[in-house]
């Protein structure tokens, strides 16, 4: 089964569902991750993508990530069985981009720099509270698809 997570960048949000995913290693799943707005040459996204590794390293997890973000193209989502975007504003960016399976599940989460998560000096809290969001939301996701065992 592929399951196929979307942000923005594919920096927190997004890596972090897909490292969680693969770090369960549960057989016959292929977890994979894009952004919408992609822009590895941009130096505020690779010091945020080092904060994640930060944050994955400090759950024990970094093994399982990815090296660097990639864009949502038509090719990235083909083959997708799930496909989940982590708010309204990701589901309509991804909508311009591609073609959004029926059932593309919204997750609803808060990035940083939006709503609430507004203050600079509350990031690491802010990847803490979006973590826990988001391990949380993958642990139903598995127990509802029935994902089965670790390889």
Known sequence: MKIHFICRGNILRSVIAETYLRSLKLESVNAISSGTNVNWEDLTEKEYFSNSMRLLDRHGIK?????????????????????????????????????????????????????HRTIPDNREQYEEEIYNEITNKVDNLVKQLDLGTEK
């Open 63 to 115: 093994a399982y990530a990815k090296t660097i973000p990639e864009q949502l193209t038509p090719q990235r989502i083909n083959g997708s069985d799930v496909v989940i975007c982590m708010n309204q504003r990701v589901v309509d960016e991804a909508r311009i981009l591609v073609d959004l399976p029926q059932g593309a599940i919204n997750w609803d989460i808060t990035d940083i720099g939006e709503a």
